[in-house]
């Protein structure tokens, strides 16, 4: 089974693979976008103080919810959280999930770009549009230094969102690609690319 990664806006993406379904910072309904009720097994709060970026009252069921610092294995699934600090000084935490094989880390909302943590990732999802967060230059330096298969951009001004974040393309033209927007993206670990590859993921704009 390939893991499928879909983007439903802001900071939030969903992982889906044989081992399980991981649901990250989850927003709530005053964000613009529309989730609907999601299902997962286990949510990560990257930024657990800030309602803006994390809501588990929209996933049904009984999650198992990560807002922390550690390490975490769930049902096959591995999670690491590692601390770090946002312009504000609040934490945001930084998520590895390892699932199906494939190592996605999820980089929060941090200023700094000390994150020798995330070195061995496959796939980063790393904020591109500011705001008080990484901003399209520092974006770019992040992601040539970690080195992962796959980068797939968020936290940017598209559709709805509310917040005053940088469009896409200046994350796009500080990187030199013209990616084609695509609805997900599906792969197994023998997919990932052997060079650097940015990914846009369309926001999924209702459940």
Do not use: W
């Given at each position: ?204 704009l209702t459940g």
């Amino acid at each position: 089974m390939a893991l499928e990664i879909v983007f439903l806006g802001r900071t939030c993406f969903r992982l889906k693979g044989r081992d399980g379904t991981v649901l990250m910072d989850p927003l709530p309904p005053d964000s613009g976008f529309a989730l609907g009720k999601q299902e997962a097994g286990i949510v990560t709060l990257s930024c657990a103080d800030d309602p803006r970026y994390g809501d588990p009252s929209v996933v049904s069921g009984e999650p198992k919810v990560l807002d922390a610092p550690g390490e975490y294995e769930i049902g096959g699934v591995l999670v690491t959280g590692t601390a770090m600090r946002r312009a504000d000084g609040r934490r945001t935490v930084s998520f590895v999930v390892e699932i199906d094989g494939i190592r996605v880390g999820h980089l929060g909302l941090p200023t700094g770009t000390n994150l020798a943590e995330l070195k061995d990732v496959d796939i980063l999802l790393l904020p591109v549009g500011g705001d008080g967060s990484l901003s399209a230059v520092a974006a770019a330096d992040v992601m040539t230094r970690i080195e992962p298969k796959i980068a797939i951009p968020m936290h940017y001004k598209v559709g709805p969102e509310t917040l005053e974040l940088e469009p896409l393309e200046k994350f796009l033209k500080e990187t030199g690609t013209k990616p084609d927007a695509q609805p997900k993206l599906q792969l197994t670990r023998s997919q990932l690319p052997a060079d650097l590859t940015v990914v846009v993921l369309e926001p999924r704009l209702t459940g």
